[in-house]
């Protein structure tokens, strides 16, 4: 029996952040050291505000590992202190902080002890005022492929803003995407250990999934110098046609934050470490300082950094945009029957063409059939009927 087909997703994400600009020397899992990594961001969106503390882990085996029975409060300039209780997730902290406190031009810093009673603290950081996003576009753009020979189409997103005198310089944009898509077959017929079931008719419950991802993308500019504060046409991401993310429904989300010239200089080179080509006898990786700093220590600084920001916010609906092709989309194929079948069960029994386009019945691989296995919901969001 062959082997059924399956969609094969692999996600590898290595973040490296080190304390200063340095000569580049390649780490060995027997010279790692653990450190504190802090994630937070205060913002004006009115929702629940999150810190998130782990420790690093070796870049060969990239894991979250995260650090429970912190203690962790958010202060302002004027002595206000706002208290963060770890969730149900371990290494999350939640915490409220009551609108009448985000005040633009306050200052703010984080205060976190570890359970070993290590202290850090963040230095202060002004919440900045943030311009509206006037419009989220896109255009279908072709692009090359490792192949010189082959090119793919897709859609290019891209943003226009404009601030004013008292609008800040720097700025950061967030992106989340949300997309439908489809099991090739619904449930029908199948072979269970109870014998042969055949529905009078198919079962679709697990037919439409969605599934929401927050892209890893950094987005930065600086207006610092500019004529005027507003840029048009700054390119966003670009979503190829060679996966079924455009196949049938299509939201991007784009949260635009306000940023201090030194949080600006922190994602800018974080940007640069991640995203830029580096070449290890050539050009240098830039090591990313953050902010957060152990208050007996100063030479211990945890890997992150604790921001504040204004925020604006835009969502795009795109639906089936002409020009997209999906030729190369590798989709189910349905196994033809050998016999013996295999012992497990279920076996799922459905209709396909070959490669002469003649239907015949074969197996189905489960991912096929349950579009829940791709880390979707069945549940759809409630904007997604909006245009």
């Given at each position: 029996m062959k082997t059924i087909n399956?969609?094969?997703?692999?996600?590898?994400?290595?973040?490296?952040?080190?304390?200063?600009i340095e000569r580049y020397l390649p780490v060995t899992e027997f010279d790692f050291k653990p450190r504190l990594v802090i994630d937070g961001n205060i913002n004006t969106d009115g929702s629940d505000q999150e810190i998130v503390i782990s420790e690093s882990s070796p870049t060969e085996k990239p894991v979250f590992v995260p650090v429970s029975g912190c203690k962790v409060s958010v202060e302002d300039g004027k002595g206000n202190s706002?208290?963060?209780?770890?969730?149900?997730?371990?290494?999350?902290?939640?915490?409220?902080i009551d609108v009448a406190?985000?005040?633009?031009?306050?200052?703010?810093?984080?205060r976190v002890k570890t359970s070993m009673g290590v202290e850090y603290a963040s230095s202060f950081e002004e919440l900045m005022p943030c311009p509206e996003i006037d419009n989220v576009y896109y255009q279908v753009e072709t692009k090359p492929t490792e192949n010189p020979e082959i090119t793919e189409n897709g859609l290019q997103f891209y943003i226009d803003f404009k601030g004013d005198a008292n609008s800040g310089h720097f700025y950061r944009w967030q992106l989340t995407q949300t997309y439908e898509y489809h099991s090739k077959w619904p449930i029908d017929k199948w072979l269970g250990k109870d014998g042969f079931h055949d529905l009078v008719d198919p079962d679709y419950s697990n037919f439409v999934c969605y599934k929401t991802d927050k892209l890893k993308s950094i987005y930065v500019l600086s207006t610092d110098g500019f004529?005027?504060?507003?840029?048009?046409?700054?390119?966003?991401?670009?979503?190829?046609?060679?996966?079924?993310?455009?196949?049938?429904?299509?939201?991007?989300?784009?949260?635009?934050?306000?940023?201090?010239?030194?949080?600006y200089n922190y994602w800018e080179n974080l940007r640069k470490n991640n995203q830029e080509t580096v070449d290890l006898f050539g050009k240098q990786p830039a090591n990313v300082k953050g902010n957060i700093y152990n208050v007996n220590d100063t030479t211990d600084v945890a890997l992150g950094y604790f921001g504040v920001s204004t925020v604006k916010s835009k969502r795009i609906m795109v639906t089936p945009v002409d020009g997209l092709s999906f030729n190369r989309f590798l989709r189910c194929q349905a196994e033809k029957i050998d016999i013996p079948l295999p012992a497990e069960r279920p076996l799922y029994y459905v209709p396909d063409y070959d490669e002469n386009g003649n239907i015949y019945t074969g197996l189905g691989a489960p991912i096929c059939i349950f579009c829940t296995m791709l880390n979707g919901t069945t549940v759809k969001p409630p904007y997604w009927d909006e245009k």
């Amino acid at each position: 029996m062959k082997t059924i087909n399956q969609y094969l997703l692999v996600l590898i994400a290595t973040v490296l952040l080190s304390s200063c600009i340095e000569r580049y020397l390649p780490v060995t899992e027997f010279d790692f050291k653990p450190r504190l990594v802090i994630d937070g961001n205060i913002n004006t969106d009115g929702s629940d505000q999150e810190i998130v503390i782990s420790e690093s882990s070796p870049t060969e085996k990239p894991v979250f590992v995260p650090v429970s029975g912190c203690k962790v409060s958010v202060e302002d300039g004027k002595g206000n202190s706002f208290l963060f209780n770890e969730s149900n997730t371990k290494g999350h902290y939640l915490g409220k902080i009551d609108v009448a406190h985000i005040i633009i031009g306050e200052r703010y810093r984080l205060r976190v002890k570890t359970s070993m009673g290590v202290e850090y603290a963040s230095s202060f950081e002004e919440l900045m005022p943030c311009p509206e996003i006037d419009n989220v576009y896109y255009q279908v753009e072709t692009k090359p492929t490792e192949n010189p020979e082959i090119t793919e189409n897709g859609l290019q997103f891209y943003i226009d803003f404009k601030g004013d005198a008292n609008s800040g310089h720097f700025y950061r944009w967030q992106l989340t995407q949300t997309y439908e898509y489809h099991s090739k077959w619904p449930i029908d017929k199948w072979l269970g250990k109870d014998g042969f079931h055949d529905l009078v008719d198919p079962d679709y419950s697990n037919f439409v999934c969605y599934k929401t991802d927050k892209l890893k993308s950094i987005y930065v500019l600086s207006t610092d110098g500019f004529s005027q504060n507003k840029f048009s046409k700054y390119k966003l991401h670009y979503v190829q046609d060679q996966t079924d993310v455009l196949m049938f429904k299509y939201s991007l989300l784009v949260n635009q934050y306000s940023l201090t010239e030194r949080a600006y200089n922190y994602w800018e080179n974080l940007r640069k470490n991640n995203q830029e080509t580096v070449d290890l006898f050539g050009k240098q990786p830039a090591n990313v300082k953050g902010n957060i700093y152990n208050v007996n220590d100063t030479t211990d600084v945890a890997l992150g950094y604790f921001g504040v920001s204004t925020v604006k916010s835009k969502r795009i609906m795109v639906t089936p945009v002409d020009g997209l092709s999906f030729n190369r989309f590798l989709r189910c194929q349905a196994e033809k029957i050998d016999i013996p079948l295999p012992a497990e069960r279920p076996l799922y029994y459905v209709p396909d063409y070959d490669e002469n386009g003649n239907i015949y019945t074969g197996l189905g691989a489960p991912i096929c059939i349950f579009c829940t296995m791709l880390n979707g919901t069945t549940v759809k969001p409630p904007y997604w009927d909006e245009k």
